[in-house]
């Protein structure tokens, strides 16, 4: 499903040369749901914008679904990101003066499907999250929670089969926390690959594989199975 | 997608209604002063014979002093009595008409109505045929009325209502300059812009208010009025050696319908210039000229100079009301640094991006448009009474121009919303995408 190998990455300015990720390797099956954890600065972001083809990389090889992506231009990636890959962001992103029916047509917009189609798929998203009764609503009139919710619904809606999300519980108390995670798990059980940068241990916890990242790097790879209760990552 | 775009335009207008609103008002200010003085620059320079400029011509030949040129080493622009009723003689146009302007005193019979001034045209009968003037009753003298100096008169329609009222007074009697006239027609609204005819009198002064035949020049020994060179001294004194002199005051017009005639028309031309010189006249090289409506209005510089000037002045001030604009877009695009982001996350390709901002752009250039046009309007007020009444048929807005405001605003706020649009497609969406 998403293939890395020895992938690079640097950030220079006119004074410093900054090694975001070197020599990163990963391999995710379909299917899996992975945490990653690590300090802040390791690259764990870098990772995530590499993996969702929003940033470009300067060594070895990275394929997706099959598909090497260092050779896509920008319409390619662009069409990739829209039909295979779901963001859900740590700030929701959600756009301000739209209502959640637009907030989640925003993707299939691009996707060329037609008005009926994108309103079957909207609907059928909004009501995975159980927002379906607040398709009116601006964000604004939404909680933290359901907030989160909406974007995921956004990420769904274009059934991707690969869903990126970078802290998708970092602005939420640990209540709505737990909601969103369970239904991530849900979303996971139905057979989207889920790939989750989070500093939550209790969380990671939660995912079917954890990666710990350290100065760009994959320095441990467990099974959540293999884990002793008190440790993850 | 393009009416997606456009509701987005909209939200997007309502979502910053200052910026939007500083951004209109600057295209505005832009629009609405060069298309004050786009249009009149644009009525002044407008065809006013469309149907028939081709085939019109302005008859020009070059009996001036031998040493000076008349103007700039240019020909002159009018014709001496002598020339225009031998070219008049020779009959060789299609049509043809000397004219010339003069005016006098009407005494309307009606006590109630004072004696006015009026100005008149004289013309030969072919005048109202080669010029479309519409008729409101009766019709044109003919070349018999022409030759036999007739005094009939063609009364233009104000002048009809001032001195009868309005009612068909073909066959009525007018005094004019201590003469009676028949009246035979009475024209119509007709008031060509510019005056191609007599540009030399003030391209854009009204039509004169009466018509009499040509020969009366003579016969009544009418007043010049208008323009009058003279390069030598008449030779002799009174009325008739000044009308017989080297001096030009008279215009004359041919209608030739092919290029063969036009041809045809100055071989002739060249022909009576040399039977002149062999008479002693026409010191300067032959030069003879016949320019169309349009390349008549060029050669004398209808559009005035200082019209360009305001024209490209304004301009200017567009271009920096534009400059002003991409300033405001780029704050108005980098505010939507997130949303930008957040779209090429979810698979907006660059080139989408590019078109819904220029969507947007085009829509703040097309309200700024229309204010601009309203703008205009006051603008074209203003040149009104700043001016008065001669620019009164040129201070208004038509359809062409309304039209070319419109694209001159879409065009202008698309081409100030490149840059900025170019810049907000360029965002790194990943740094966007973590920092909100």
């Known amino acids: ?233 | 997608m393009f009416s997606y775009y456009l509701r987005l335009a909209f939200k997007s207008i309502r979502r910053n209604p200052i910026l939007s609103a500083l951004m209109v008002a600057a295209i505005a200010l832009g629009i609405g002063s060069s298309m004050t003085t786009i249009t009149v620059n644009y009525l002044m320079s407008a065809n006013p014979i469309p149907e028939k400029s081709d085939v019109l011509y302005h008859v020009q030949v070059d009996s001036w002093d031998p040493h000076n040129a008349f103007n700039d080493d240019d020909i002159p622009n009018q014709l001496t009595w002598t020339e225009a009723t031998n070219l008049m003689a020779a009959n060789k146009a299609m049509r043809q008409t000397a004219m010339a302007k003069t005016g006098g005193i009407i005494e309307p019979s009606d006590q109630d109505v004072k004696p006015f001034e009026a100005s008149a045209r004289l013309a030969f009968g072919d005048f109202f045929s080669m010029f479309n003037v519409p008729f409101l009753f009766g019709s044109s003298w003919d070349a018999e009325a022409d030759q036999n100096r007739s005094q009939v008169i063609v009364l233009t329609k104000r002048i009809n209502e001032q001195v009868f009222g309005g009612v068909n007074s073909v066959g009525e009697t007018l005094s004019m300059f201590g003469t009676n006239f028949r009246v035979v027609g009475v024209l119509d609204d007709w008031q060509p812009m510019p005056k191609f005819y007599d540009v030399n009198n003030g391209a854009f002064d009204e039509s004169e208010e009466v018509f009499i035949p040509f020969f009366l020049k003579e016969e009544l020994e009418l007043p010049n009025w208008g323009n009058t060179n003279c390069w030598k001294s008449p030779e002799g004194e009174g009325f008739k050696a000044f009308l017989r002199s080297e001096c030009i005051n008279f215009q004359m017009w041919v209608e030739l319908p092919t290029q063969n005639d036009k041809a045809e028309y100055l071989d002739f031309l060249n022909s009576y210039v040399s039977e002149q010189k062999d008479l002693g006249r026409f010191p300067r090289p032959i030069q003879n000229r016949l320019s169309n409506v349009m390349e008549w209005m060029e050669d004398q510089e209808v559009v005035a100079d200082d019209a360009q000037i305001m024209l490209w002045l304004s301009l200017m001030f567009l271009l920096v009301c534009l400059l002003n604009t991409i300033g405001l877009l780029l704050a108005k695009f980098t505010g939507k640094a997130a949303e930008i982001g957040l779209r090429r996350a979810v698979g907006a390709s660059k080139g989408d991006l590019f078109f819904q901002h220029l969507v947007e752009t085009a829509l703040i250039g097309l309200l700024g448009g229309v204010f601009g046009l309203l703008l205009a309007l006051v603008g074209l007020e203003g040149i009104k009474s700043l001016y008065g009444e001669f620019v009164r048929d040129l201070a208004a807005l038509d359809f062409t121009m309304v039209l070319v405001g419109l694209v001159l605003a879409l065009v202008s706020s698309i081409a100030a919303g490149l840059y900025p649009t170019w810049r907000a497609c360029n965002i790194a969406p990943a740094s966007q995408l973590k920092s909100q």
């Open chain 1, 1 to 233: 499903m998403l293939k890395m190998t020895e992938i690079k990455k640097v950030f220079r300015t006119d004074l410093v040369e900054t090694h975001a990720l070197r020599d990163f390797n990963l391999h995710v099956d379909e299917g899996d749901f992975v945490a990653v954890t690590g300090p802040s600065g390791s690259g764990k972001t870098t990772f995530l914008n590499i993996a969702g083809l929003l940033e470009t990389f300067e060594g070895g090889s990275y394929q997706l679904d099959g598909e090497d992506v260092s050779h896509l231009n920008d319409k390619q990636r662009s069409q990739m990101r829209n039909e295979k890959i779901g963001f859900i962001f740590q700030s929701f992103n959600l756009i301000p003066d739209l209502d959640l029916f637009d907030n989640v047509d925003v993707p299939l917009r691009y996707r060329g499907f037609n008005a009926p189609e994108r309103r079957k798929r909207i609907e059928q998203s909004l009501d995975l999250v159980g927002l379906a009764n607040r398709m009116k609503h601006l964000p604004s009139q939404l909680s933290g929670g359901q907030q989160q919710r909406v974007a995921i619904a956004r990420a769904l809606a274009g059934e991707p089969r690969f869903l990126l999300a970078d802290e998708p519980t970092g602005n939420l108390d640990s209540k709505m926390a737990n909601s969103v995670m369970s239904l991530l798990q849900d979303i996971n059980d139905r057979g989207t690959t889920i790939v989750m940068v989070t500093h939550d241990q209790e969380l990671a916890r939660q995912a079917k594989r954890n990666i710990y990242v350290r100065d760009g790097k994959v320095s441990e790879l467990h099974e959540v199975s293999e884990l002793p209760d008190a440790v993850t990552a």
